[in-house]
Protein backbone atom coordinates (compact mmCIF):
# COMPACT_ATOMS: atom_id res chain seq x y z
CA UNK A 1 0.00 0.00 0.00
CA UNK A 2 1.57 3.26 -0.89
CA UNK A 3 0.96 6.37 1.43
CA UNK A 4 0.53 10.04 -0.24
CA UNK A 5 2.86 12.36 0.61
CA UNK A 6 1.85 15.02 2.53
CA UNK A 7 2.79 18.24 0.68
CA UNK A 8 4.34 20.63 3.34
CA UNK A 9 3.67 24.31 2.30
CA UNK A 10 6.72 26.71 3.20
CA UNK A 11 5.27 29.93 2.42
CA UNK A 12 2.33 31.49 1.17
CA UNK A 13 0.57 35.11 -0.07
CA UNK A 14 -2.51 35.80 -2.01
CA UNK A 15 -4.04 38.49 -3.89
CA UNK A 16 -7.75 38.71 -3.72
CA UNK A 17 -8.83 40.44 -7.52
CA UNK A 18 -12.53 40.53 -7.30
CA UNK A 19 -14.33 37.26 -7.98
CA UNK A 20 -10.89 35.75 -8.26
CA UNK A 21 -8.22 35.04 -5.47
CA UNK A 22 -4.83 34.17 -6.85
CA UNK A 23 -2.65 32.17 -4.17
CA UNK A 24 1.12 32.05 -4.69
CA UNK A 25 2.51 29.26 -2.61
CA UNK A 26 6.09 27.75 -1.97
CA UNK A 27 6.52 23.66 -1.87
CA UNK A 28 9.53 21.48 -1.62
CA UNK A 29 10.49 18.52 -4.06
CA UNK A 30 10.99 15.36 -2.54
CA UNK A 31 14.79 16.07 -2.95
CA UNK A 32 13.92 19.20 -0.32
CA UNK A 33 14.61 22.35 -3.14
CA UNK A 34 11.38 24.77 -3.39
CA UNK A 35 9.52 25.31 -5.99
CA UNK A 36 6.01 27.59 -6.50
CA UNK A 37 2.42 27.28 -7.32
CA UNK A 38 0.17 29.57 -8.88
CA UNK A 39 -3.49 28.69 -8.48
CA UNK A 40 -5.99 31.22 -9.54
CA UNK A 41 -9.30 30.12 -7.60
CA UNK A 42 -12.45 31.82 -9.07
CA UNK A 43 -15.89 31.45 -7.01
CA UNK A 44 -18.84 30.40 -9.53
CA UNK A 45 -22.21 29.17 -8.87
CA UNK A 46 -23.73 26.05 -9.99
CA UNK A 47 -27.26 25.67 -11.50
CA UNK A 48 -29.31 25.01 -8.29
CA UNK A 49 -27.20 28.54 -6.79
CA UNK A 50 -24.55 26.17 -4.77
CA UNK A 51 -21.31 28.23 -4.81
CA UNK A 52 -18.13 26.38 -6.24
CA UNK A 53 -14.48 27.30 -6.78
CA UNK A 54 -13.11 26.96 -10.34
CA UNK A 55 -9.24 26.25 -9.78
CA UNK A 56 -6.58 26.79 -12.58
CA UNK A 57 -2.71 25.67 -11.20
CA UNK A 58 1.15 26.17 -12.40
CA UNK A 59 3.99 24.82 -11.23
CA UNK A 60 7.11 27.14 -11.71
CA UNK A 61 10.14 25.64 -11.01
CA UNK A 62 13.56 27.41 -9.81
CA UNK A 63 15.24 26.67 -13.05
CA UNK A 64 12.33 28.87 -14.88
CA UNK A 65 12.19 31.85 -12.19
CA UNK A 66 14.18 33.94 -14.27
CA UNK A 67 12.70 33.73 -18.19
CA UNK A 68 9.37 33.82 -16.68
CA UNK A 69 9.74 36.86 -14.72
CA UNK A 70 11.69 38.13 -17.70
CA UNK A 71 8.47 37.44 -19.88
CA UNK A 72 6.30 38.66 -17.05
CA UNK A 73 7.65 42.17 -17.05
CA UNK A 74 8.27 42.37 -20.35
CA UNK A 75 4.39 41.68 -21.28
CA UNK A 76 3.15 43.79 -18.56
CA UNK A 77 4.89 46.38 -19.22
CA UNK A 78 4.04 46.07 -22.70
CA UNK A 79 0.16 46.60 -21.94
CA UNK A 80 1.12 49.82 -19.98
CA UNK A 81 2.84 51.55 -22.17
CA UNK A 82 0.13 50.70 -25.33
CA UNK A 83 -2.89 50.98 -22.67
CA UNK A 84 -1.65 52.78 -19.70
CA UNK A 85 -2.54 51.00 -15.90
CA UNK A 86 -6.02 52.66 -16.18
CA UNK A 87 -8.40 49.47 -16.30
CA UNK A 88 -10.76 50.53 -19.46
CA UNK A 89 -13.22 47.28 -19.18
CA UNK A 90 -14.54 48.72 -16.28
CA UNK A 91 -14.48 52.54 -16.89
CA UNK A 92 -16.56 51.01 -20.18
CA UNK A 93 -18.81 48.94 -17.92
CA UNK A 94 -19.59 51.94 -16.07
CA UNK A 95 -20.42 53.99 -18.86
CA UNK A 96 -22.66 51.41 -20.69
CA UNK A 97 -24.93 50.90 -17.67
CA UNK A 98 -25.03 54.58 -17.02
CA UNK A 99 -25.99 54.49 -20.65
CA UNK A 100 -28.52 51.94 -20.58
CA UNK A 101 -29.81 53.31 -17.36
CA UNK A 102 -30.94 56.41 -18.99
CA UNK A 103 -32.25 55.07 -22.12
CA UNK A 104 -34.50 52.49 -20.08
CA UNK A 105 -38.17 52.93 -20.06
CA UNK A 106 -38.16 53.47 -16.05
CA UNK A 107 -38.48 57.14 -17.21
CA UNK A 108 -41.81 58.61 -18.83
CA UNK A 109 -41.21 61.51 -21.24
CA UNK A 110 -43.16 64.51 -20.77
CA UNK A 111 -43.65 67.70 -22.89
CA UNK A 112 -44.45 70.16 -20.24
CA UNK A 113 -45.95 72.70 -23.68
CA UNK A 114 -48.83 70.14 -23.37
CA UNK A 115 -49.75 70.83 -19.30
CA UNK A 116 -52.74 72.68 -18.96
CA UNK A 117 -52.20 74.84 -16.28
CA UNK A 118 -55.05 76.91 -15.97
CA UNK A 119 -57.21 76.77 -12.83
CA UNK A 120 -60.43 74.93 -13.06
CA UNK A 121 -62.91 76.55 -11.07
Same mark, same amino acid.
Given at each position: ?????????I??? %?L??????Y?????ST??G??Y????? %???D?????????KK??????? +?D???F??????V??Y?????? +????????N????????A %?? %?D??????? +????T???
Open positions: MSEKREIEEFSK %SRAGRRTFFDVRRADYMTITE %SKRFNEDGTPYYHKIYLYK +EFKNKDNLDETNIFEQKG +EEIISNSEKLEKTKEK %SS %SFTEVNLD +EIDTEES
